[in-house]
């Protein structure tokens, strides 16, 4: 299957920061991205949807003014963590699919941002 | 709205024997996709296997099996001849089509499948 990439694989920074997770398709190019939020033991859920080139749809309850994505070509798309707590420490993962096509979702390794 | 139910929170099976993950869904949409991904400790998700909703023949990859029934809305996962490394937290996860905002993908709670030798 489709190869999706995503960096770091984990990090950690000090309450206040800001930080950026990239996610690429890296042997297709995705028309929409997604990402998704996992606490321990939980189910993912979805943060937002985004389409190149055009804003992302937030989820109900995501603030889009803490997490910043920017879907700026076909093979990347960013999420950015602003002014981070220790309630942001979660594991992310972004998904994307080539288009519109009903089939197969690729998903990156995932991220686990942690929090101090 | 597009709902997605797993009721068992964890299941235990001996190696060797067939193990079925059961998942319902709920959704107004005619054409929808029904999908099941398996995810080990690492965190990564693996596709297991996707069944459409006009699919008339159940989907098979392998050992994995979707045993659809449209009219019971259920899409339950059977694993044949199970291994120690099948074990991992197991999601269902649906897409609808048209519908403005129905092309997300909605996951279950997911059932963590413990395979002992």
């Known amino acids: 299957g489709a190869v999706v990439s995503q960096h770091p694989s984990w990090v950690i920074c000090k309450s206040g920061t800001s930080v950026k997770i990239e996610c690429r398709s890296l042997?297709?190019?995705?028309?929409?991205m997604f990402w998704y939020r996992q606490f321990p033991k939980q189910s993912l859920m979805l943060m937002a949807t985004s389409n190149e080139g055009s804003k992302a749809t937030y989820e109900q309850g995501v603030e889009k003014d803490k997490f910043l994505i920017n879907h700026a070509s076909l093979t990347l798309s960013t999420l950015t963590v602003t002014s981070a707590h220790p309630e942001d420490s979660s594991f992310y993962i972004c998904?994307?699919?080539?288009?519109?096509?009903?089939?197969?979702?690729?998903f990156g390794p995932g991220t686990r941002l942690t929090v101090t | 709205a597009q709902k997605i139910t797993q009721t068992q929170p964890g299941m235990f099976v001996q190696e060797k024997e067939a193990v079925t993950l059961d998942c319902t869904y709920d959704t107004s949409d005619q054409s929808y996709g029904l999908f099941w991904y398996k995810q080990p400790s690492s965190g990564e998700m693996i596709f297991l296997i996707y069944q459409g909703s006009y699919d008339e023949q159940n989907a098979t990859e392998g050992r994995y099996s979707l045993n659809f029934q449209k009219a019971r809305k259920s899409a339950n996962l059977v694993i044949s001849a199970s291994q120690l490394g099948d074990s991992a937290m197991y999601f269902c996860a649906m897409r609808g089509w048209i519908i403005q905002g129905a092309q997300k993908l909605v996951f279950g709670q997911g059932t963590r499948l413990t395979i002992n030798p």
């Open positions: 042997d297709f190019q995705a028309t929409t």
């Open positions: 998904s994307a699919r080539p288009g519109l096509a009903m089939g197969e979702q690729y």
